[in-house]
């Protein structure tokens, strides 16, 4: 297939194609923080929490691989390739983030926060293959770890934006069945950012044509019967899967390991400080939101200086590392009951998580083909989803019976898991003359 020379794009330019992230991760960060506190205000048990958040793996286990397949044959001249999709994903996202606050009951959460995640998952897939299109080979390393940049920015400003509202407007005492009104504020600015950020990408950045020969395959696509265009998306993934490259497979057994870890800090590192700490839960509350902050404060700073390091030393290898001192992190944050000490090991963590968001894709998109660079990143993202599924699932009985109930074990959990999914990523090799023959 004639694939179109990319033109190499300025440091701005990239920038700019990337700003839609903030807004997204700001809603993320709000789910990552505030969600499971607002699930505890509501009377939810601590055991409830994991399959409490099924509906981020579940939605992003069916729409973001759908969405890709769709978005790889989609073309509008006037709205581009994938833009539309991140658009109406935007636009979902911001008004379930201005209704979550309002929720009435915990089954009202719930249930907004299934929608929420259909719009994020919406807006998500095609922002990672919109990079991957935009980008020539040799860009693609800053493409993502700007991405990443923006993730630690936007999860930064929702974290800041709820320690600080609970600081000018908390101090009320916690009524169950209730939600403090200090965490209103934080859910009303991420319902702006959702739909401004995305737009300032979209009207920023055009996206390149496809060539006559992809146009020949849309229009083909386009032609097709409703129930043949319908079953397209999972034909696609289908044949995607099979021909999977091995790397892929490789990284969904790091993957494993690091995304059960990762659900298993965001619902339990609330109280766990409510535990070594003896905080109240608005309190504990706006310490894992400080916590949340200084690991995205760390990824902003260390985002962009990962790339001559991937450059010089291999992704693998500062991949590796990252995730090693993500674990010693959550190994050692439960032994640390002053809360400004306790925020030394995120550093660590952020690191990690800077890597973690952007050298897997970088990896990925190297490797699979342009013209299905969409439906890959989907099965990528279902890499994600599915460890987050298998947590939701077993984690609440793992908790109960076998850690005691105690969410310091709970933590140590995830620690042990992150070193694992280190040990897991030292077999990521990439064959270098394989890439040198893609554009």
Same mark, same amino acid.
């Given at each position: 297939m004639n694939i179109i020379k990319k033109p190499n794009l300025s440091f701005w330019q990239i920038f700019n194609m990337n700003v839609g992230f903030l807004g997204i991760q700001f809603s993320f960060g709000l789910q990552q923080s505030a969600i499971n506190p607002i699930f505890l205000f509501l009377g939810a048990e601590e055991e409830m929490l994991p399959i409490l958040n099924i509906a981020g793996p579940v939605t992003g286990l069916i729409i973001q691989p759908i969405i890709g397949a769709i978005s790889d044959k989609t073309w509008s001249p006037k709205w581009g390739r994938r833009k539309p999709f991140f658009l109406i994903g935007a636009i979902i996202g911001s008004l379930c983030l201005f209704a979550f606050p309002l929720s009435p009951a915990l089954w009202f959460a719930v249930g907004l926060l299934w929608i929420l995640d259909v719009g994020n998952n919406m807006a998500m897939e095609p922002? &990672?293959?919109? +990079?991957?299109? /935009?980008? =020539?080979?040799?860009?693609? !390393?800053?493409?993502?770890?700007?991405?990443?940049?923006?993730?630690? *920015?936007? @999860? +930064?400003? *929702?974290? %800041?934006? @709820? $320690?600080?509202?609970?600081?000018?407007?908390?101090? %009320? +005492?916690? %009524?169950?069945? !209730?939600? =403090? /009104?200090?965490?209103?504020y934080s859910f009303f600015i991420g319902s702006v950012l959702s739909v401004a950020t995305i737009l300032w990408s979209v009207l920023k950045t055009p996206e390149i044509p496809p060539s006559e020969?992809?146009?020949?395959?849309?229009?083909?696509? /386009?032609?097709? !019967? $409703?129930?043949? &265009? $319908?079953?397209? =998306?999972?034909?696609?993934?289908?044949? *995607? @899967?099979? *021909?999977? =490259?091995l790397f892929m497979w490789k990284l969904s057994a790091v993957y494993l390991f690091q995304w059960y870890a990762l659900f298993v800090y965001w619902q339990y590192i609330t109280p766990m400080i409510q535990k070594t700490m003896g905080f109240d839960l608005s309190s504990a509350a706006a310490q894992a939101a400080k916590m949340s902050t200084t690991y995205n404060i760390a990824t902003i700073v260390v985002a962009l200086a990962l790339v001559p390091l991937t450059l010089k030393y291999g992704g693998k290898k500062i991949y590796a590392a990252s995730l090693f001192g993500s674990g010693i992190a959550l190994l050692s944050i439960p032994y640390i009951s002053d809360p400004i000490y306790v925020l030394f090991p995120m550093v660590l963590f952020g690191i990690g998580w800077a890597a973690m968001m952007g050298i897997p894709y970088t990896m990925v998109s190297k490797i699979v083909p342009q013209d299905r660079r969409g439906v890959y990143m989907g099965i990528l993202n279902m890499m994600i989803v599915i460890p987050m599924g298998i947590e939701t699932l077993t984690f609440g009985a793992i908790f109960k019976n076998f850690l005691g109930g105690d969410a310091i074990n709970a933590m140590l959990f995830g620690g042990v898991f992150f070193v694992i999914a280190a040990v897991l990523s030292f077999r990521l090799n990439i064959n270098e003359a394989e890439l040198d023959a893609l554009p």
């Open positions: 922002y &990672r293959a919109f +990079v991957g299109d /935009k980008l =020539p080979k040799k860009q693609l !390393s800053m493409g993502y770890q700007m991405q990443s940049l923006f993730v630690g *920015a936007g @999860i +930064v400003l *929702a974290n %800041a934006s @709820i $320690f600080l509202f609970q600081d000018w407007f908390g101090g %009320a +005492v916690d %009524a169950v069945g !209730s939600i =403090p /009104k200090w965490l209103y020969e992809e146009m020949e395959e849309i229009n083909s696509h /386009k032609a097709l !019967s $409703f129930l043949e &265009r $319908f079953k397209m =998306p999972f034909v696609e993934i289908s044949s *995607a @899967i099979k *021909a999977m =490259p």
